[in-house]
């Protein structure tokens, strides 16, 4: 069973939005740090932002700030990333992932996650 589910990719012209969701199934990392990630073809993978487990923490990287928000719900096991403006560039697989070796602070770097989705994809059209 995979331990976490991506949804909310597909296809959006420039300019356009989307809402992906990341939900647990089975076990929820409500005390552990989550994270969105993407990876490009040819790319190494990538943090885009990173949330701690009640949700007042964030981190935005430079690859989207401005342009994303995440978000998580403790009580849906789900862990959302707004992506605003998209530009063709934005196109690769989006990960969601938790750091379960950390309780109640923060995590920045992908390295650090352990428990990992399949990923969404998400293209972007000029």
């Known amino acids: 069973q995979v331990p976490l589910v991506e949804s909310g990719g597909g296809l959006v012209q420039a300019g356009g939005s989307l809402r992906l969701s990341c939900t647990a199934r089975?076990?929820?990392?409500?005390?552990?740090?989550m994270g969105w990630f993407r990876q490009a073809p040819g790319k190494e993978r990538e943090v885009i932002a990173t949330?701690?487990?009640?949700?007042?923490?964030?981190y935005y990287s430079d690859s989207m700030k401005g342009r994303s928000t995440i978000s998580r719900d403790n009580a849906k096991a789900s862990v959302y990333l707004q992506m605003n403006s998209l530009k063709p560039e934005d196109t690769a697989v989006y990960y969601c992932?938790?750091?379960?070796?950390?309780?109640?602070?923060?995590?920045?770097?992908?390295?650090?996650?352990?428990?990992w989705g399949q990923g969404t994809q998400v293209t972007v059209s000029s």
């Open positions: 992932a938790a750091d379960t070796r950390t309780e109640n602070g923060m995590t920045y770097v992908a390295s650090e996650f352990d428990i």
């Open positions: 949330i701690n487990g009640n949700g007042g923490s964030t």
């Open positions: 089975g076990r929820f990392f409500s005390n552990n740090p």
